[in-house]
C-alpha cells in the first residue's frame, strides 16, 4: 500500500502533465488594424474588435475584419502552438456607391452661354470649336472642368454631367469685370492708403528747420535787398537763441550779430522745447582817438524773453527778432509746412 505523501505528489505531478499537455495544444492570434475598433471574425464566428488576441488551436483560420466605410478585408492566419501569430490589417476607404455612381455612368450635353460673343471655350483643357452660345453633346457623364477665355481674361467653372440630362454653365463677364474693377479699386485704395501710411511715417521723422535772423521794422524791403546796413556804425545788436527739448537739462545755444552773421539757419528733433531769447544794443566806440583813449562798448538796451514752443517735423520755424535801435525789441514766429517730397 503506497502512503498518503506519494500518493498526493504522483497526483500532482499527473495534474500539471495534464496542464502541459492542453497548454501545449494552442497558439496565439493577435489582430491590429488601421483604423482600429474594426470587427472581427474568424471562421464566420464574431470574436471583437481590434486590437485584439485570441488562443486558437493549431491550423489555418480566415480572418475577417469589418469596419463601416471602408473595404473589408479577409486574410489568413497560420497558428503555431505555442506561438504568438501577428496580424496587422489596413482598411482602405470605401468609394461610395449610389446614385453618384449612376449620375456618372452613360453620356449627356453641355450647354455654355455668356453675355460676350467673342469667347473661347475650353472642355477639360481642349479647345472647342464653338462659340457660345453653344450645346456640347455626349460627353461622358461626371465633373469637367469648362473654361471660358475672353481677351485677357479667364474662368474657370466644374460642372457635373448626368446621363440624357443637358448642364448649364452661364457667365456673365460684364458682372465679372465689374467684379473685377472693384476689386481692382480696392486694392488701389488700400495701396495708395498704405503708401500714405509710410510717407507719414517717414514725414515725422523728418526734422524741423529753426531760422533765427535780425530785422528792423523801419527798413524798406528794396531796402534790405540792396543790403544797406541795419544800424548805424556804432550800433552792435546781439541775438542769443538758447533751447533745449522737454526732459533734457543741457541747453545749446546759437549766435547772430548785426556786425556779422544777421541770419541762421538750423534743424531739431520734433518735440516741445524751451526757448531762452536774448537780445542787446551796444554802442561801440568810433574813431582811432576814441578807440586809442579805450572807451568801452556800453549797452544800452537788453532784452530777455523765455518761450515754449512745439516744433513739428518738417516745417518752417523763423524767428524774427525786430529792433529799430529807439523803441523796444520785440519777435515774431512765422511757421511754413515744408512738403519735403519723400521718397519711397
Not at 102 to 127: A, F, K
Not at 232 to 243: A, R
Amino acid at each position: 500500500m503506497k502512503s498518503p505523501a506519494r500518493f498526493t505528489g504522483l497526483i500532482f505531478a499527473l495534474s500539471l502533465f495534464c496542464a502541459a499537455s492542453l497548454f501545449s495544444q494552442e497558439g496565439f492570434l493577435r489582430v491590429t488594424s488601421v483604423p482600429e475598433n474594426a470587427d472581427v471574425e474568424i471562421e464566420g464566428k464574431a470574436v471583437g474588435k481590434t486590437p485584439l488576441i485570441t488562443a486558437l488551436k493549431p491550423g489555418e483560420y480566415t480572418v475577417k475584419t469589418v469596419l463601416a466605410g471602408y473595404a473589408p478585408s479577409a486574410e489568413k492566419a497560420k497558428i503555431v502552438e505555442n506561438e504568438v501569430t501577428i496580424l496587422q490589417v489596413t482598411l482602405e476607404k470605401q468609394a461610395r456607391k449610389g446614385v453618384f455612381q449612376r449620375l456618372i455612368s452613360g453620356e449627356g450635353n453641355l450647354t455654355v452661354i455668356t453675355d460676350w460673343q467673342d469667347v473661347d471655350i475650353y472642355l477639360d483643357g481642349h479647345r472647342i470649336d464653338e462659340k457660345p452660345p453653344a450645346t456640347i453633346k455626349n460627353i461622358p457623364a461626371g465633373l469637367h472642368t469648362v473654361i471660358l477665355v475672353s481677351g485677357d481674361y479667364a474662368d474657370f467653372s466644374r460642372v457635373l454631367v448626368q446621363k440624357g440630362k443637358t448642364a448649364v454653365v452661364k457667365k456673365s463677364f460684364e458682372e465679372e469685370k465689374k467684379k473685377i474693377l472693384a476689386r481692382t479699386e480696392a486694392e488701389e485704395k488700400a495701396l495708395m492708403e498704405a503708401r500714405a501710411e509710410e510717407i507719414e511715417k517717414k514725414r515725422q521723422a523728418l526734422p524741423a528747420s529753426i531760422v533765427v535772423r535780425l530785422d528792423n521794422p523801419e527798413l524798406k524791403e528794396e531796402e534790405e535787398k540792396q543790403d544797406i546796413p541795419l544800424w548805424s556804425e556804432g550800433d552792435l545788436i546781439t541775438v542769443s537763441f538758447q533751447y533745449r527739448k522737454k526732459g533734457e537739462t543741457d541747453w545749446k545755444a546759437r549766435e547772430i550779430d548785426s556786425k556779422n552773421k544777421k541770419e541762421d539757419a538750423f534743424q531739431v528733433e520734433k518735440g516741445s522745447y524751451e526757448i531762452q531769447l536774448t537780445a542787446a544794443h551796444f554802442k561801440e566806440p568810433k574813431g582811432i582817438i576814441n578807440i586809442f583813449l579805450g572807451e568801452k562798448r556800453e549797452k544800452i538796451k537788453e532784452y530777455r524773453e523765455t518761450l515754449k514752443q512745439d516744433f513739428n517735423p518738417d516745417h518752417e520755424y523763423t524767428y524774427s527778432i525786430l529792433y529799430d535801435g529807439k523803441t523796444d525789441f520785440s519777435y515774431k514766429i512765422e511757421s511754413t509746412k515744408l512738403n519735403t517730397e519723400i521718397e519711397l
